[in-house]
């Protein structure tokens, strides 16, 4: 499957107002080399494995697979994982006829709250909230896996 998404900061939390859920999040990488990442997530009280492949040139589409797994396999797949595990609350926030995933950060990238949109095509038009901030597609520094080795609040 492909996933197309565009990220955003966030300059507010208006979003909290608005969002229909909010989830607490830990997650790890099997492998984050750049061609495929290998994600091993905790997300409430389910876990999950990724993988996701290279990144197209814009930063907006790539390949990911995931597989529910049990939070027990999950619990020992974190221990395996590379150094510098992550800790987020991830609200979901639908605005039109989309929903944004705004995860706010802790621990080494508190500070950090990044909203997401996942699109069905990369030129698809969507809806722009107010607290939303600059666009930072394709920005490696902000994906996950790299937050995980250098966090924000070491830039």
Known sequence: MIEIE???L??????????????RIVQGFLNTDPNRTVRVRIKGELGF?????????SGTSRFEWEKEISVEDAENLLKLCEKGIL???RYEVPIGNHVYEV??????????????????????SFDK????????TGEVKYYNSQLSKTPFNLW
């Open 49 to 57: 494995i990724t993988v996701k492949g290279k990144s197209n040139t």
């Open 87 to 89: 800790d987020k609350y």
């Open 103 to 124: 995860d706010e950060f802790y621990d080494e990238n508190e500070g950090l709250t990044v909203a997401e949109i996942e699109l069905n095509h990369e030129n698809e």
């Open 10 to 23: 966030v300059k507010s939390d208006d979003y909290k107002s608005v969002a229909s859920s909010k989830t």
């Open 6 to 8: 565009r990220k955003f």
């Open 129 to 136: 909230p107010a607290w939303l901030g600059i666009e930072v």
